[in-house]
T-cell receptor, first 110, second 113 residues
Framework: GENVEQHPSTLSVQEGDSAVIKCTYSDSASNYFPWYKQELGKRPQLIIDIRSNVGEKKDQRIAVTLNKTAKHFSLHITETQPEDSAVYFC?????????FGKGTKLSVIP | NAGVTQTPKFRVLKTGQSMTLLCAQDMNHEYMYWYRQDPGMGLRLIHY???????AKGEVPDGYNVSRLKKQNFLLGLESAAPSQTSVYFC????????????FGSGTRLTVV
């Protein structure tokens, strides 16, 4: 089955700096890659996703890049704000379901 | 339009007790999932369903059973709870076989003592 590795497990940045989280996946058949944000005590919420026919996607301060040849994808958050502090999960599609990475705890220091 | 509703939100069980977690969705989604979330382990798939009357095992199915008798409901059962099943359980549903745009429930925090 699919295996998703996510790095780093924790990340601290100063407010206004950029944050980058990286994931690799194992199944070359995967073609859908979402990112979820989970605040403490809340459910995961989809923040951005990308499909395999696209190399990059942006939504305001958030962007995701995909390299299908290398089987890795990344989340980029620019101009970080304290409200960006949360746990972020990447995921890759398999047969009928998503496989998630172990998560990155992002702390934005004011 | 409630989305995905999980009940109960919290539960404490004694070792060996049984319980059922209910997930209900009102979006007419075919695909439903049960995940467990443990610190540092991410979200791990327990069981899933690709339609009414179907179920399949995920990554960590041992100790759990599921049923999907109605399209809108997906039940997760623990027949004999163990402390290792202490976790936060999330249900999710999707309209697509790709797992597009999961809608998650609010979670059930289960403690087994």
């Amino acid at each position: 089955g699919e295996n998703v590795e996510q790095h780093p497990s924790t990340l601290s940045v100063q407010e206004g700096d950029s944050a980058v989280i990286k994931c690799t996946y194992s199944d070359s058949a995967s073609n859908y890659f979402p990112w979820y944000k989970q605040e403490l005590g809340k459910r995961p919420q989809l923040i951005i996703d990308i499909r395999s026919n696209v190399g990059e996607k942006k939504d305001q301060r958030i962007a995701v890049t995909l390299n299908k040849t290398a089987k890795h994808f990344s989340l980029h958050i620019t101009e970080t704000q304290p409200e960006d502090s949360a746990v972020y999960f990447c995921a890759a599609s398999g047969s009928y379901q998503l496989t998630f990475g172990k998560g990155t705890k992002l702390s934005v220091i004011p | 339009n409630a989305g995905v509703t999980q009940t109960p939100k919290f539960r404490v069980l004694k070792t060996g007790q049984s319980m059922t977690l209910l997930c209900a969705q009102d979006m007419n989604h075919e695909y439903m999932y049960w995940y467990r979330q443990d610190p540092g382990m991410g979200l791990r798939l327990i069981h899933y369903s690709v339609g009414e009357g179907t179920t399949a095992k995920g990554e960590v199915p041992d100790g759990y059973n599921v049923s999907r008798l109605k399209k809108q409901n997906f039940l997760l059962g623990l027949e004999s709870a163990a402390p290792s099943q202490t976790s936060v359980y999330f249900c999710a549903s999707s309209y697509s076989s790709l797992g597009d745009r999961y809608t998650f429930g609010s979670g059930t925090r289960l403690t087994v003592v």
